[in-house]
């Protein structure tokens, strides 16, 4: 690798770029909302279900105000509530726990799999008792869970699968896209995802019309009708501006998780033969790359170096939820999962965006060799 300089050193993500290229034409749609009045759950929200879902590849979609939510009202939906146990990944971003603990539910965290930083099945298996009710697998980084093991669990014990696939929009599992491999699938459209607005926003899909009807309710009040409520709801509703970006962004997902991959070869190539691992990837399906995440066997002074160098990165994650202070009560020790207590000590995310140029790979990658 040849010395590269970058005077500005490389950002963890920058979304400029998308949105110079995306300006003229979001902004006319925000015109015509205005020149329209329809605000919120108008046209063009409809229209993003509607794609979402035939992207997707599930029979509807229902757009919510934001990731967490989507988690939230899909447990909902499916009556998990107070004296359930849900199984899930320790090795995530906080919502997806949080979500089972606001529904009144317990999180049960299983290990994961050293070379997919994904759930792990038979870690799965060994904590399905009489209070499970469903499993909640994580897509973490882009990379697609073992849904037909978790599948296979899930029918055999009689249990839901709720789909996070909060960094995963567009990963594939085989040949179904995630999103379409469960009861229901989850995504935020935070900005940093895959595919992200600019401001909050999420989606659930499913083809369950029951699903969806009591989804379209959750997300309004819980009103069947106007100024009729037959549960108690919440204000979750995804606005227009948004959605109208989000329709520009899926017409070009394709080439944006295209552009993600190619970032993702470059580092594979140059990092290839260096004292870490790089990202496994599915050997039927996508990943999308939401982010590109290394184990290194020297985390801390990688990203001390990294940080001098002005080169962004993420520590995803630094601690397990199970050994979180607010699930203290549920009595993890470390040691008790050991390979999410070992990653947690090993990963690290470097910069990964659609705009990012080889240059810039060059640069951060001379800096990991440097280390």
Known sequence: MTQQTAPEGVPYLSLQHEFQTLQAEWFSRIEAIGAGGAFILGPNVRAFEQEAAAYIGSEFAVAVANGTDALVLSLRALDIGPGDEVITSPFTFFATAEAISM?????????IDEASFNLDP??????INERTRAILPV???GNPAD??????????HGL???EDGAQAFGARAGESTVG???DSGCFSFYPTKVLGC????????????????RLLKL??????????HDELGYNSRLDEVQAALLRIKLEKLEQDIAARTQVADWYDARLAGLDLVTPLRPAQGRHAFNLYTIRHPRRDALRAHLNEHRIGNSQCYPLGLHLQRIYAGLGYRPGDLPVVDRLCGETLSLPIFPAMTETQVDYVCDRVAGI
């Not at 401001?199 to 659930?204: A, E, H, V």
């Not at 997300?219 to 009729?228: E, I, K, L, Q, Y």
Request: hydrophobic share 40%; net charge positive; aromatic share 6%.
């Open 198 to 213: 600019y401001g909050d926003g999420g989606l659930i899909s499913t083809s369950d019309e029951v699903i969806r009807k």
């Open 103 to 111: 529904v009144g539910a317990t999180p049960v965290f299983a290990d």
């Open 139 to 141: 897509h973490i980084f």
């Open 219 to 228: 997300r309004n009040h819980g009103a069947s009708a106007p100024f009729t």
């Open 160 to 162: 839901k699968v709720i």
């Open 180 to 182: 379409s491999l469960g």
């Open 147 to 156: 849904m037909e093991r978790l599948n296979q669990l899930a029918r055999q």
């Open 122 to 127: 038979a870690s799965v298996a060994a904590r």
